[in-house]
């Protein structure tokens, strides 16, 4: 029943930004932790960043801490990545994932792919000049 919808994807250069979007429908956003990974050309998928359903706080992976921005908008069950000075590094398919976790999204400054039950058909963002 719960489905996970990621958009705004596509092609930006160096140095600029993009907002990806994510929609969940099936439940209420107030009840699980919300996130994003990550999966670039020859790299092991990545957690980037996440708020924990229980106090709404956020974590971001060193990679992309002071340039991407998660918010969540609970009322629209909507959750938002600001992603800003993009970098070559960045390019990926970005996939937005719900967990049902009550604690915090993240541990030892990482996210568990196996804590997150729900996952997106995931989104590309390409950085190129």
């Known amino acids: 029943q719960v489905q996970v919808v990621e958009s705004g994807g596509g092609l930006v250069q160096p140095g600029g930004s993009l907002k990806l979007s994510c929609a969940v429908s099936?439940?209420?956003?107030?009840?699980?932790?919300v996130g994003w990974f990550r999966q670039a050309p020859g790299k092991e998928r990545e957690g980037i960043a996440c708020i924990s359903s229980s106090d709404g706080s956020t974590w971001y992976t060193d990679a992309v801490k002071g340039r991407f921005t998660m918010s969540r908008d609970n009322g629209k069950n909507t959750v938002a990545l600001q992603m800003n000075n993009l970098k070559s590094e960045d390019m990926a398919v970005y996939y937005c994932v719900t967990s049902e976790i009550g604690g915090k999204c993240h541990h030892l400054n990482r996210m568990f792919s196996e804590w997150y039950d729900h996952w997106g058909q995931g989104t590309q963002v390409t950085v190129s000049s």
């Open positions: 099936g439940w209420s956003l107030d009840d699980y932790a």
